[in-house]
């Protein structure tokens, strides 16, 4: 499995060790706060059951279709975003490399300060540190995200815990930490959702959750829809081009990247219903931001027995889970530099990551000292969110559509080297998706909701 020569991978690269070690790390990059942090307060804020009809609906097709071409784009070139773009398309496409690299720094410096936070709240659960009568969890979470000297020095840590398992290269680090993690998150992710859905109250919220209701659809509905699809499935920025170059041959791409977009999905519609209902059944607003999580679970650990310890256990692994995704932020930019200009994966790794918490600094005292300073009425840490998952990764997206469906082209079925007649026809359906319909759909939206 591990050749890392022939005319086929120009460079000497490390490969994942096993078929499935891939699908995890993928999966691992898919899988984190986008899925539990992120996806429930997202719907919160647009519709509920209608944002999650959109959602799937924009995962299943623009979504899935990208993450096949990111796998293929790094497959057959057997680089770093930069690089692959520039050995495939020329000279004049590695500015979409450049882009991917640079949405993935910003999302890197502020993913780390909410990773602090599952930190600070799986130690605070462990102390008794929250409480969780009426109102308490919803003082406790604003009085902790206004103290720099809290939030600060957590973003620190993890971000070392992101360094050190990038220093540890695919398969010893990456590859490794996945395998074990990602099942156990899974399972305390369901029996969170049975208990909120049991809570007294929970109808109200389960019927917000499931029953969309379709006169709330707005293309604000559906840019957030289409910001959370890209976030999520770690696309529009290369990070999956990356991961895709440490491949050979064996793997069937479309079928890795089904059971990342399933698990995935898996992921954040178990975290709505680990988290909406409970928000009803609470009394809460589900318009309430980014703290939703942070404010509602503590009340749905306090219902349960052995509370405390799900709960700990639970932001431990929901750190765990952030953490398989914040190294495929990293990963990407470190690859950039071993590969493009040479330099040890050692001193990389950690100048870029030190650069990015450069500004994981301002973003967390945006919520705290610095929350006086918006811009367009939102705090550094809201812009950088918005402005990355919401513009820079649907342009992503956009430009890797167009890089694939027409300047790839036939030659990119070739490299998902299908051998089954009807998994061709399926090829010509996905390169057509990626030529006009994904363009398309994605340029009206961002146009439309820029005009609007
Ligand atoms: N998909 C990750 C999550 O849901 C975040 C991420 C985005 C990771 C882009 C890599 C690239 O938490």
Not at 179 to 194: D, E, R, S, T
Request: net charge neutral.
């Amino acid at each position: 499995m591990d050749k890392n020569d022939g005319p086929a991978a120009p460079l000497r690269r490390e490969h994942w060790a096993s078929r499935i070690g891939f699908i995890m790390a993928a999966a691992g990059s898919a899988v984190g706060l986008g899925n539990v942090w992120r996806f429930p307060y997202v719907a919160g804020e647009n519709g509920g059951g209608v944002f999650l009809v959109v959602y799937l609906a924009l995962v299943f097709t623009l979504g899935l279709s990208i993450m096949v071409a990111e796998f293929t784009i790094g497959r057959a070139a057997q680089r770093n975003p930069v690089g692959a773009c520039r050995t495939l398309g020329g000279r004049r496409w590695a500015p979409l490399g450049y882009l991917g690299l640079v949405a993935g720094f910003l999302i890197l410096s502020f993913y780390v300060v909410v990773a602090g936070w599952t930190l600070t709240y799986a130690f605070k659960l462990a102390t008794g540190g929250l409480g969780a009568s009426a109102g308490e969890p919803a003082e406790t979470f604003a009085a902790f995200v206004a103290d720099p000297l809290q939030t600060i020095p957590a973003a620190a840590v993890f971000m070392v815990l992101t360094v050190a398992i990038v220093l540890g290269g695919v398969k010893g680090g990456i590859e490794r930490a996945n395998l074990v993690l990602m099942p156990l998150l899974f399972v305390i992710l369901v029996g969170l959702a049975v208990r909120a859905v049991t809570l007294p109250g929970a109808g109200a919220g389960l019927s917000f959750y499931l029953a969309p209701d379709f006169s709330a659809l707005s293309i604000d509905t559906l840019t957030r829809a289409l910001g959370q699809a890209f976030f999520s499935l770690s696309i529009g920025l290369g990070a999956m081009i990356t991961y895709g170059s440490y491949l050979d041959r064996g793997q069937n791409i479309p079928r890795a990247a089904g059971w990342v977009a399933g698990l995935d999905t898996l992921a954040a519609i178990l975290a709505g219903f680990a988290i909406l209902p409970a928000v009803f059944a609470a009394g809460l607003n589900p318009e309430a931001g980014p703290g939703l999580a942070f404010v509602v679970l503590p009340t749905v650990f306090a219902s349960m027995p052995l509370g405390e310890f799900f709960g700990t256990l639970f932001f431990i692994l929901l750190a765990i889970a952030a953490l398989t995704s914040s190294i495929s932020l990293l990963e990407p930019l470190v690859a950039y530099f071993i590969d493009e200009h040479g330099l040890h994966r050692g001193k990389v790794t950690v100048l870029v990551a030190f650069a990015a918490f450069a500004l994981s600094v301002p973003s967390a005292l945006s919520l705290g000292p610095w929350s006086g300073f918006t811009v367009f009425g939102k705090s550094l840490l809201d812009l950088l969110d918005a402005v990355t998952a919401g513009i820079l990764l649907p342009a992503g997206g956009l430009l890797i559509a167009i890089f694939v469906g027409w300047v790839i082209g036939p030659k990119a079925i070739f490299e998902l080297g299908l051998a089954k007649p009807e998994a061709s026809a399926a090829a010509k359906v996905w390169l057509w998706i990626l030529r006009l319909p994904a363009p398309v759909a994605i340029a009206w939206i961002l146009i439309t909701w820029a005009a609007a």
